[in-house]
């Protein structure tokens, strides 16, 4: 983000020049001061481990971890199991996403769906919804079907709740003005009330965003079928421990990856609103 | 008591509709087992005391790793925020764990210290720590700095600062963290007890489930949603009532 420098906005700050060239040296430096304790903790990691004071098993070298992540992504092994993750947490996300601001404005519309959904939301966000699976596999199975599903209703849940705090949060003055110009219920509500809710609603969906995963490699461990969650676990019951560490690697960093695109995503959508000026927080 | 009777209807109109489900066979009877079948199971499971050693198992284990996150998660967040090298160290840490699916532990923590509870412990704690810090770290250092100012120049000493004027500004988004942790912990406790484990309620579910008794199931399932939606009411009562000078001062 060229706009972000030291935290402080700047973005009257004339291009080219020598600022920008002071600020390129600046990033770099700033890139490398960020870099350095994730290196620090790979060095500590490698010696540690070859220092005898733990057995391989307990603690496999991280070159040696480096090594089964290469030579799983060169049999192709790992590419199939992160796409399958990813289409399963995706799929339920993505679902969990749409029912969830649907629901969201139905209870803020509609005096009927406020009297159904609401609490059952205020009762079933704060329940480990994952004790649910067993019940989901007895319905389900245990292929994706019943992945996605547990998925979609882990991710539905803050979608709903930010949904409806967030309309409910949108000023009134701008909704008369609305009114007073003459628009309709549905107007105001696409034009009006979703763009001014839309921050709040950005913030639950990516609140849900790890959630998905969470539950994504979870329901693997529980039920098998391939993907990140099914392979660590396979590796763990083969004692194969380069491998589990291999596997959380992996997944560290497509969750990772994941997390930032979402931060990315939200400055683009949210480019016309006043937060995007603001330094990024996640 | 009616208006309450009111507002969860629509629980009770689920309940009946599960019910007429069953009566009328809509669904075979392993899917969705009578609800009178299942609290006679709940009963039962009790009366054995399967239930309660389970439990106990389960709360000792969600309890420890819970409480050590956030001793050690509040304390690290509120350091970080207070003396900069630390943040420089650790932040880009931080950053890069947070996002970390932390269900992927589990094997991990399995390696580690093995089947019992010491795993359990030890990912939950690893699990709900970051939240906790993230809590700690943006709470502390919201503090307003003509507060800290005006304390140092009564000649409050750094440590009186920080439990005085830094603790009691951070500690709304401090107990904010700690929500978000109390919700992981009963996740990371059922889904460790699915996985891996020899008791606890996550356990008793799997192990329930793949005998075929669905009706215990379904009563596990229910009771430890209750205890996740009760532990968190609980909590916000908590938070209220350590609040409630704010909301005196502020009106």
Redo the contacts between chains.
């Keep these: 983000m060229a706009r972000r420098d030291n935290g402080v906005t700047t973005p009257e700050q004339p291009p080219g020049g020598r600022s920008a060239g002071l600020r390129m040296v600046r990033q770099t430096l700033r890139t490398a001061?960020?870099?350095?304790?994730?290196v620090a903790?790979l060095i500590a990691w490698e010696t540690f481990a070859r220092s005898g004071a733990v057995t391989m098993?307990?603690l496999p070298p991280a070159s040696a971890v480096a090594e089964r992540i290469w030579a799983d992504a060169a049999a192709g092994d790992l590419w199939r199991n992160i796409l399958t993750t990813m289409y399963r947490a995706f799929s339920g996300f993505l679902l969990g996403s749409l029912i969830g601001v649907a629901i969201g404005i139905g209870i803020s519309r509609n005096a009927l769906a406020r009297?159904?959904?609401?609490?059952?939301i205020s009762?079933g966000?704060?329940?480990?919804?994952?004790?649910?699976?067993?019940?989901i596999?007895?319905?389900l199975g245990v292929f994706d079907v019943s992945k996605i599903a547990m998925v979609t209703i882990e991710v539905l849940f803050p979608v709903v709740t930010a949904t409806v705090i967030g309309l409910q949060g949108v000023n009134r003055s701008v909704i008369w003005s609305a009114r007073n110009l003459g628009a309709s219920q549905r107007q105001l509500l696409w034009h009006v009330m979703i763009p001014a809710a839309f921050p709040q609603i950005f913030t639950g969906i990516q609140v849900a965003l790890?959630i998905a995963?969470?539950?994504?490699?979870?329901t693997e461990?529980?039920m098998g079928g391939y993907g990140?969650?099914a392979s660590?676990?396979s590796?763990?019951r083969l004692a194969d421990?380069r491998g589990?560490?291999a596997?959380?690697v992996a997944?560290?960093l497509v969750?990772?990856c994941?997390?930032k695109l979402m931060g990315l995503l939200r400055r683009r959508v949210l480019i016309w609103h006043a937060e995007a000026v603001m330094p990024s927080t996640v | 008591m009616s208006k309450l009777l009111a507002r969860y209807s629509p629980l009770l109109l689920l309940a009946v509709l599960w019910q007429l489900a069953w009566y009328f066979e809509m669904v075979s009877s392993t899917a969705l087992p009578s609800l009178v079948d299942v609290a006679s199971a709940w009963v039962d499971l009790l009366r054995s005391g399967e239930l309660l050693r389970n439990a106990a198992a389960s709360l000792y284990r969600g309890g420890a790793g819970f409480l050590l996150a956030v001793v050690v998660g509040g304390a690290l967040g509120m350091i970080m925020a207070w003396w900069r090298p630390l943040n420089l160290m650790l932040s880009p840490l931080v950053e890069i764990f947070y996002p970390l699916p932390k269900t992927a532990l589990i094997p991990v923590t399995v390696i580690w210290l093995g089947f019992g509870d010491a795993s359990k412990i030890l990912l939950i704690f690893l699990g709900c720590m970051l939240p906790v810090t993230i809590g700690a770290f943006n709470g502390s250092r919201s503090t307003e700095q003509v507060m800290v100012w005006s304390a140092r120049s009564m000649g409050a000493s750094r440590l009186r600062i920080l439990r005085d004027v830094v603790l009691p500004s951070a500690m709304p988004e401090l107990l904010n963290g700690i929500r978000t942790a109390l919700a992981l912990a009963f996740i990371l406790l059922v889904t460790s007890e699915l996985v891996v484990a020899r008791e606890g309620l996550g356990n008793l579910i799997g192990y329930l489930g793949s005998n075929g008794s669905y009706e215990a199931m379904y009563s596990v399932v229910l009771t430890v949603a209750f205890l996740g939606f009760a532990a968190d009411r609980i909590y916000q009562y908590f938070m209220r009532w350590i609040l409630a000078w704010r909301d005196a001062t502020t009106g």
């Design positions: 001061a960020y870099g350095l304790p994730v903790l098993f307990i009297w159904f959904f609401d609490p059952i009762i966000f704060p329940m480990p919804k994952v004790a649910f699976l067993p019940v596999i007895l319905w790890p995963l969470i539950v994504a490699v979870f461990m529980a990140l969650g660590m676990m590796a763990s421990s589990v560490f596997g959380i997944i560290a969750g990772y994941v997390v």
